[in-house]
């Protein structure tokens, strides 16, 4: 392990869950189920996409060879490049304005150093990247890491919320065209509201005053946060969500296959869900694709592959281009 990745560990964890690192081993069974399902992924995905060539009498080399040299890809390109940036302009909008209502007055030009650069350290771990954000903050500004930690686990408390609002919205719209498994999303959705009714009471003292786990200083955000944070968090964040049905649909139509705006605004949601999991090339969002459009599973398969390691492989170049600032303001270089 490196010094840096050592220093960003010493500055996430506080004094009152160092006992409780010290005891905790690697997982070997988290890590074995990961593989598992990653590998169950691939099987899925080679079962479909092989009967898919037999039934074109192909190899499967040959089908999905076929499949790629049928996509527009120079429009394809642009778009994603367009909304790769689109993307980070809202992505560091909502780090920087979360950071502004529970610790300090960060201006946005100074969190895009930092912000882009963990899309480097993103391609293998989201929450790893949010690590080095606290790191960067509290080296740069001097920022304690457990009130940066704090922030990071707000906005990924809120981006889980704010993808289920979106599912639902897309429920609502187009439920009766979803597979039959889409219809715990209103369940769901009601028993996560409840949730979350009852967290914000308790972190505002409303139930259990007395009990202490609120006080813990990883918690601060939590307790800082009003109702309008929340949805706030969720207006902020939004726009990328939209953006990403429109260019997803045109996306899709140049891989050949027809898609409307309607048909994505359900799917949507849960596959960008199932890309945060950290399994191997996101393995768990390829196959979505694959599952929710069964009529064309080459161009699926290949669109999902495309699409998701792009977009990774694309942000951590955007953080490439702010590599050498984001050195220079840590490590003076």
Not at 133 to 162: H, T
Request: hydrophobic share 55%.
């Amino acid at each position: 392990m490196s010094e840096e990745s050592e220093n960003i560990n010493n500055v996430l964890i506080t004094d009152e869950t160092k006992a409780i690192v010290a005891k905790k081993k690697p997982s070997l069974v988290g890590r074995f189920i990961f593989l598992f399902i990653t590998a169950l992924c691939f099987v899925y995905l080679y079962y479909r996409l092989n009967g898919a060539a037999m039934r074109e009498g192909l190899s499967l080399v040959a089908y999905m060879t076929q499949v790629f040299s049928t996509v527009n890809w120079i429009p394809w390109l642009l778009l994603m490049v367009g909304y790769s940036l689109f993307y980070f302009a809202i992505d560091t909008l909502v780090v920087t304005r979360a950071l502004n209502w529970f610790i300090a007055d960060i201006k946005y030009k100074d969190i895009m150093p930092i912000r882009a650069s963990a899309y480097i350290i993103s391609i293998f771990n989201e929450q790893i990247g949010k690590g080095a954000m606290a790191y960067y903050l509290n080296k740069r500004d001097q920022i304690p890491g457990w009130e940066v930690g704090s922030v990071m686990l707000f906005v990924m408390f809120c981006e889980i919320y704010y993808l289920l609002v979106w599912a639902t919205v897309g429920y609502a719209v187009g439920g009766s065209s979803l597979p039959d498994v889409f219809g715990l999303v209103p369940y769901i959705a009601v028993i996560a509201t409840i949730l979350l009714i009852l967290w914000m009471a308790y972190f505002r003292g409303a139930i259990l005053p007395n009990n202490k786990f609120r006080d813990r200083r990883i918690l601060h955000a939590f307790r800082m946060a009003k109702p309008w944070h929340y949805g706030a968090f969720f207006l902020l964040r939004s726009p990328a969500l939209m953006a990403a049905i429109v260019v997803y649909t045109v996306a899709l139509n140049l891989f050949g296959v027809e898609a409307s705006l309607l048909t994505l605004l359900p799917f949507l949601p849960v596959i960008f869900f199932a890309a945060a999991v950290p399994t191997p090339m996101r393995a768990a969002a390829i196959t979505f694709w694959v599952i929710l459009f069964p009529e064309n599973e080459g161009q699926m398969a290949a669109f999902g592959f495309v699409q998701h390691n792009f977009f990774i492989l694309f942000n951590a170049a955007i953080g490439l281009v702010f590599w050498r600032r984001a050195q220079r303001e840590l490590f003076g270089k």
